[in-house]
């Protein structure tokens, strides 16, 4: 689903990304792990056309990234941790308008609506305003607007900052769910109780390089005592203090 091979990237003398590979297969919950500054923030914008790179290769659906960008970006999605919706529109308002700029239009338009709203449990809200809502309603929102064009491969930025734990474990189920419908789910995160809940595979980036990838269960099996957590280990591994930044 995703091949990246020897991938670097550089900012000015700063190396982002040091010959990073990584596998990424169909339908799996993928967690992504890093101290601040290792150049997991970088990955997801090179993976979604949104920074270059000067050494390496990238194919996402067996097609290369720097050639079918295009074509790629119409089966994937990016949801930021910022909030990207009018707060002056109701909700139905704004996934029409983000639909439109997305020119779906049609049957195509109702089926992709109807599965965001029900998705996201957004029936009982559609004539709202935007701004009337819960910060966990928003966050739903900005999923089901993540999800109009039906995408295969969706990528998260930390979606449950700033949330009320009850909203926080609806939006972990929602997420969750796609892995029903067949979706592959990237998935960043500060909370390591996040990525042991929903995660099957992970990988833990330091200094632009991955420190360990695999099959979840397997490699906290392996790595640790049944009496130390996914954090212990990822400090462990990374020699840095867990913190709220971003990288």
Known sequence: MIRIENLSKRYNTKLALDQLSMHIKKGVIFGLLGPNGAGKTTLIAILNGLSSFEKGSIEIFGLALNSHLKQIRKRCTF??????????????????????????????????????????????????????????????????????????????????????????????????SFKEDN?????????????????????????????????????????RDPSMSLESLFIQLTSHHWDDGHA
């Not at 295969?152 to 929602?174: A, H, K, M, Q």
């Open 79 to 176: 949801i930021p941790q910022s909030l990207a919706l009018y707060e002056n529109l109701s909700v139905v308002e704004n996934l029409r308008f983000f639909a439109g700029i997305q020119l779906i239009a049609g049957s195509e338009l109702k089926n992709n609506l109807d599965y965001a709203i029900s998705v996201n449990h957004l029936e009982n809200l559609l004539d709202q305003k935007a701004a009337t809502l819960s910060g966990g309603q928003k966050r739903r929102l900005n999923i089901a607007i993540g999800l109009l064009n039906n995408p295969e491969i969706l990528y998260f930025d930390e979606p449950t900052i700033g949330i009320d734990p009850e909203s926080r474990n609806d939006i972990l189920e929602t997420i969750r």
């Open 183 to 223: 979706k592959t789910v990237i998935y960043t995160s500060h909370y390591m109780d996040e990525i042991e809940k929903i995660c099957d595979e992970a990988a833990i980036i330091n200094h632009g390089k991955i420190v360990l990838q695999g099959n979840l269960q397997a490699m906290l099996k392996e790595n």
